[in-house]
């Protein structure tokens, strides 16, 4: 577009059109700016509706039109809550599997990784390609010998039955291959050369290499962990084993429970998203760096 | 396995007793000493290097023994509890497993394809499987554009505020998708719900959303949307910033407007982005069963019963598993030639 020879008279016209530019810019910015607030105020209604309804008295959930801000600030929804459901123990259910599950898969999926990714062994190949095509598998599939086989083990209604299904995920080898590949091999000769055996290069010198994806990895399998709701469904009747997410879904789909009492739920979910969240916004680069990196990888 | 008992030794020291030891050990298995120097020859990159030459050394022997060290943990838990049962609900599909195979499995009696046969003429599973594609169809698309035109947005050069609008999209992501349920169905309410209180003020009424044959199953879309976009966001945000500003710069002083850019250079260049998101936001959608299960249950009239959720139902409630795990995989089958299909549209346009 731009003239070959720069007359005077080409100058002013680019001039002009630099001009034009900056009007563009400045309407085109503004454009952006109104359809990304319409998005976030999509996005976040729903939330601020939760986190307000639930100190709402029952005349303020049902008014109309809708109010916003409470006009009595109250903590009776969340005492009632507390009176049908035993949060704390849920809690405790929920945070202990979510816990141990991630413990589990930063180990085990490690491990696998560095074998993976650094060690030649028969059958290396084999491995790779099952655990890669395990990917693809809904978890769905799996749910009913997953269920036969933890009620033979007479592990129903156990932290264990909670647990054992995801002590160990095929996405976190996929990470942890990835990521370790690209530590160099010449620090694990280096450190061969050294005399160091192979449990001190794995502990001592690849781990240290890889903390970013151990994080990524422990922030996806901890929200996994936490937000799974179908497994955790099947494998407890016992209320005293339900985590929070089953606890609540249990007592909002039951009829006799929840019956008007949206106030109650919305402190319900309250208290379940309100840990995520809030760990979420304080370390929310991690998150969305995280995804991205385990995406693109 | 010369190397086997060296492998937690240190190189050097496993290097020269592996040179020691190799030698007789091979004079013992191949006898005659005629066929030694041509066995060498033939196995020099494998087998004798770790003596011979240092420079290639010996891993795959050396590392034997650690590799599978490694390995076996994640692969106890693996295959226990993922390749047996992925194998098992297959074999299940075959079978009449009902309640009593619970506590004795292998009692269950060989059907042939009769759960598959019976699959193809039951009309709920057909239903469930015209709600499954209609959840997808309008879904994934609705997801993957809302994202990428909030991930453009962030990425058109605007500076304030980002790391707020990102967060604010992102949000939904990391809720409990349970809970994030039991809010959309307080905010639908028709008598307290937010929707239906914002319509009395323009004088409207609302319907009852989710008492309504023709509109539960839209609302469930557009929940699923609300909050899957962020990730599909999140990952096109990362493939624009992937994409070199030199070629957006050239582009513009080519005198590219901004949608020529967008066509021309954005879009070809996202495609393996594209490609990801779309396959993974598409096998997520096919196995939805969280927001029918907490939000209506399949109703009204099975108007949001889906597979996931009708395999929930006979699998659980009714503990049909073997009918279940017939859908099971017929879901699966499903999701693998969608899978291959989008593979096979996205990636041919590259070339």
């Known amino acids: 577009m731009s003239a070959t020879t ?17 009007r563009r810019t400045r309407r085109t910015r503004g454009v952006t700016y109104v359809l990304l607030g319409l998005g976030l105020l999509i996005t976040t ?24 801000i409470p006009t009595d600030w109250t903590l009776a929804n969340f005492s009632k809550l507390f009176d049908l459901l035993d949060v704390p123990r849920y809690f405790f259910n929920s945070t202990l599997v979510a816990l141990i599950v991630t413990l589990c898969n930063l180990l085990f999926c490690s491990m696998l990784g560095y074998a993976l990714a650094k060690l030649n062994f028969a059958g290396k190949k084999v491995i790779f390609g099952v655990v890669m095509g395990a990917l693809m598998v809904p978890g769905n599939l799996m749910l009913m010998p997953q269920f036969v086989m933890v009620s033979k083990m007479n592990l129903l209604d156990t932290y264990a039955a909670l647990v054992l299904p995801s002590a160990a995920g ?10 370790m590949s690209a530590v160099p091999d010449e620090l694990l000769e280096a450190a061969r050369v050294d005399g160091a055996r192979e449990w001190y290069i794995f502990w001592r010198i690849v781990i240290p290499q890889v903390k970013p994806a151990l994080a990524t990895l422990s922030i996806f399998v901890f929200l996994g962990s936490w937000n799974n709701f179908l497994w955790p469904l099947i494998a407890t009747n016992d209320v ?30 309250f208290l379940v998203v309100l840990p995520v969240l809030a760990v979420f916004i304080v370390l929310q680069r991690y998150f969305t760096q995280s995804i991205a990196t385990a995406g693109i990888k | 396995m010369s190397g086997t008992n060296s492998a937690e030794r240190p190189a050097s020291s496993g290097r020269a007793a592996a040179g020691t030891t190799d030698t007789p050990a091979e004079s013992a298995v191949t006898g005659k000493a005629a066929a030694r120097p041509l066995r060498k020859a033939a196995g020099a990159g494998t087998r004798t290097t770790s003596g011979g030459t240092p ?31 992925i194998l098992a609900t297959l074999v299940m599909s075959f079978t009449d497993f009902g309640l009593r195979n619970v506590t004795n499995p292998f009692d269950a009696e060989f059907v042939g394809l009769e759960n598959y046969s019976e699959l193809l003429g039951d009309e709920q599973f057909l239903r469930a499987l015209f709600n499954t594609g209609y959840f997808v169809v309008l879904g ?81 879309i557009a929940m699923a949307v609300w909050r899957n976009l ?87 409630n009714f503990f049909n598993m073997g009918y279940a795990s017939s859908m099971a995989y017929t879901l699966f089958v499903i999701i693998l030639a969608v899978t291959l299909l989008q593979m096979r549209l996205l990636k041919d346009k590259t070339k």
């Open chain 1, 6 to 22: 720069d007359t005077s008279a080409t100058a002013t016209a680019r001039r002009d059109g630099y001009a034009a530019r900056d």
């Open chain 1, 45 to 68: 209604a729903p939330f601020l509706w939760m986190g307000l309804s639930a100190f709402k008295t029952p005349q303020d959930l049902s008014a109309s039109p809708p109010v916003w």
């Open chain 1, 170 to 179: 095929a996405f976190g080898v996929f990470l942890m291959r990835q990521f």
């Open chain 1, 240 to 269: 005293e084993k339900y985590t929070l997410p089953v606890a609540l879904a249990t007592f909002a789909t039951d009829p006799t429970k929840a019956n008007g009492s949206n106030g109650v739920l919305m402190a319900g979910a």
């Open chain 2, 55 to 85: 420079l290639r050394p010996d891993r795959l022997s050396r590392h034997n023994l650690s590799g599978w060290l490694y390995s076996t943990p994640f692969l106890a838990f693996f295959v226990t509890f993922m390749a047996v049962p």
């Open chain 2, 140 to 220: 994934v698309p609705l997801t993957i554009g809302c994202g990428l035109l909030a991930a453009v947005l962030l990425n058109s050069g605007i500076e304030r505020f980002r790391t707020f609008f990102r967060v604010g999209f992102y949000a939904p992501v990391v809720t409990a998708i349970v809970a994030v349920a039991v809010v959309w169905r307080f905010v639908l309410d028709p008598s307290e719900g937010l929707i239906a209180g914002l319509a009395a003020q323009v004088g409207l009424t609302a319907p009852d959303f989710l008492a309504s044959e023709s509109l539960a199953m839209p609302s469930l």
């Open chain 2, 230 to 316: 962020g990730t599909s966001m999140v990952l096109f945000l990362a493939g624009l910033q992937a994409i070199p500003t030199e070629v957006r710069e050239a582009a513009k002083l080519d005198g590219a407007g901004a949608f020529q850019e967008f066509r021309r250079i954005t879009v070809p260049l996202l495609r393996p982005t594209m490609l990801y998101v779309t396959v993974m936001t598409t096998i997520g959608f096919l196995n939805v069963f969280e927001e029918p299960f907490v939000m209506t249950n399949g109703g009204p009239s099975d108007s949001t019963l889906t597979v996931s959720l009708l395999m929930y139902r006979e699998g659980f």
